[in-house]
């Protein structure tokens, strides 16, 4: 019975499969070495094959989480949220980011898109993935643009997905960090080529910071 209560209130967006929450330096993208607090989300079935989260993947490993909680822990640490996962848009983000914002707190996505956008967001990342193409709207209310780049075919790739982006998006590259020694030059010298686009690291790793 608590059971099927807590598997409702995940399907309300009032409960989220919580995998970690930690308090670090944004690593990526257009706020990158910016302090702030970010809630991993478990559950997502978009399946890259180089993914750096692979435990978030199965969301009953994680533990359905009062959004009350998750918000109360994070107004402690930061001004700047960071959602992330898994992918957070397999659930209904609308409850959190309210509870977010009630409490001034600046919310950000990383997101796939892979699902309907909900929620309201100060700041959303999209990082695009082949295997299961951002849904239409989402391209429209990007604030940034963050390809991964595994080889060179995704460069072809990260055009297509710019075509379609609005064209305030700030566009970046990101080197797979697995094959990080092969691209990062080719990523170097396609930027120079094209200065429209600019190159996104994992700093954080590079840090060695969560
Ligand atoms: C782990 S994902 C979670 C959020 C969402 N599922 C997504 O993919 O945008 C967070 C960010 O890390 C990027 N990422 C994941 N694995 C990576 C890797 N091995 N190298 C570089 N970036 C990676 C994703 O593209 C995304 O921008
Ligand atoms: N420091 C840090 N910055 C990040 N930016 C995006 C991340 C993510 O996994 O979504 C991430 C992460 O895991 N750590
Ligand atoms: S969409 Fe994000 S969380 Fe899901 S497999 Fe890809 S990188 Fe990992
Ligand atoms: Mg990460």
């Not at 009032?14 to 990526?28: D, R, S, V």
């Not at 950000?108 to 309907?116: D, K, L, N, P």
């Not at 686009?197 to 954080?204: C, E, F, I, Y």
Request: net charge negative.
């Amino acid at each position: 019975m608590l059971k099927t209560t807590s598997l409702d209130k995940v399907d309300a967006g009032t409960m989220l499969p919580l995998m970690e929450e930690f308090y670090t330096i944004q690593g990526e993208g257009f706020h990158k070495g910016t302090a702030a607090y970010f809630i991993r989300v478990g559950g997502c079935d978009v399946g890259c094959h180089w993914c750096d989260v692979k435990e978030s993947w199965n969301a009953e490993t994680h533990p359905p989480t009062a959004i009350e909680h998750i918000v109360e822990n994070a107004a402690k640490y930061s001004d700047t949220i960071v959602v992330t996962g898994g992918e957070p848009l397999t659930w209904n983000m609308l409850p959190l980011t309210q509870a977010l914002k009630a409490k001034n707190l600046k919310t950000h996505i990383e997101t796939s898109g892979a699902y309907t956008l909900s929620g309201l967001w100060d700041w959303i990342c999209l990082s695009p993935k082949k295997n299961k193409l951002p849904e239409g709207k989402i391209y429209d209310e990007a604030h940034e643009l963050k390809v991964i780049v595994y080889n060179k075919h995704d460069f072809i790739f990260a055009e297509e997905q710019a075509a379609v982006t609005n064209e305030n998006c700030i566009l970046y590259l990101q080197p797979e960090w697995s094959v990080r020694e092969k691209v990062t030059p080719l990523i170097v010298d396609y930027v120079m080529q094209n200065p429209k686009w600019k190159v996104s690291l994992q700093t954080h790793k590079y840090l060695n910071i969560p």
